[in-house]
Nanobody
Framework: VQLQASGGGLVQPGDSLRLSCAASGGTFNDYAVGWFRQAPGKEREFVATMSRWGGTTLYSESVKGRFTISRDNAKNTVSLQMDSLRSDDTAMYYC?????????????????WGQGTLVTVSS
């Protein structure tokens, strides 16, 4: 499967942005999905994850209440709605497909990764 993330860009603090991830050559439908990010000079970190049927969603403490992960199994896409963006949200954002149906914060549980989309929050 190939994952293609899109929707990144340059925004101001307080703005919103919606990232999307589309799968080709495979499906998200049987798997949990996740979003991760890597800021300049830092390690990649967990952002959000959703189980196969959406019954379980987990967020990092830094984005909880501001970001919302969603999925559309019919369209084979995953999204990340980001509101109230802050400068420390600036990072490359990656979507990923977990190898099982369970939501997971652990990057090592994910086998398939998109190429990343850059989000820059700056005034």
């Amino acid at each position: 499967v190939q994952l293609q993330a899109s929707g990144g860009g340059l925004v101001q603090p307080g703005d919103s942005l919606r990232l999307s991830c589309a799968a080709s050559g495979g499906t998200f439908n049987d798997y949990a999905v996740g979003w991760f990010r890597q800021a300049p000079g830092k390690e990649r970190e967990f952002v959000a994850t959703m189980s196969r049927w959406g019954g379980t969603t987990l967020y990092s403490e830094s984005v909880k209440g501001r970001f919302t992960i969603s999925r559309d199994n019919a369209k084979n896409t995953v999204s990340l709605q980001m509101d109230s963006l802050r400068s420390d949200d600036t990072a490359m954002y990656y979507c990923a497909r977990q190898r099982t149906s369970s939501a997971s914060r652990n990057q090592r549980d994910y086998d398939d990764w998109g190429q990343g989309t850059l989000v820059t929050v700056s005034s």
